[in-house]
């Protein structure tokens, strides 16, 4: 009997430890549940060369748009899961056909771009949200991203991706941890939704 008390003691000691250790891990998954589709009946190894068009920019850094837009388009070609246009191209190619915006892209111009620029497939995506954000008195980096990857036949959306990663942590906001660097923060967001299509 006694030796249960002892042991149910030095249990408790660990209590507030173990709260704390969960806390951490839960905190540790920086990014929000992400919000995906990705279409059942294709399959994605068709799609072997990719063109990312200019990405709307819903954010109050002007160069918001171009930053994440580089990280994608390195990000897809680290992955090696495709080939992709040159950002030159892109631009030529949507001057070329007279497309005005690539905000509001119909089924036509999505499959006349794909066929000028010899893609499978157009990618494009907004920005929502770049930049630091407020916790009480801390202050972090926070990045929310849309993708969606159109098919260059049907014109419709086979794959797209909603996330958000960044803001302070249980960490930071209580005992002062190092957060993340909004590049960091970037790069770790495409990251994680790219590998959302290595499932396929």
Partial sequence: MNK???NMRSLKKYVP???VLIMFIISGCRGDIP???ISEDIDFSYYRRVAVVPF???TNDKYADEIVRQVVVSELLASGL????FP?????AITELGIKSVSTLTTSQIKALCNNLKTEALIVGA???YGEVKMGNISAPQVTLSLMMADANTGSIVWSITKTRGGASFMARHFGAKHETLSETVLMLV???????YRQ
Avoid: P, Q
């Fill in 82 to 85: 495709v080939d992709v246009v």
């Fill in 88 to 92: 030159g191209e892109v631009k030529n």
């Fill in 35 to 37: 919000v995906y589709h």
């Fill in 56 to 58: 709307d920019n819903l």
């Fill in 4 to 6: 249960r008390r002892n």
């Fill in 191 to 197: 990251r994680e939704s790219i590998r959302t299509l």
């Fill in 17 to 19: 430890a173990l709260l």
């Fill in 127 to 129: 920005v929502e949200e």
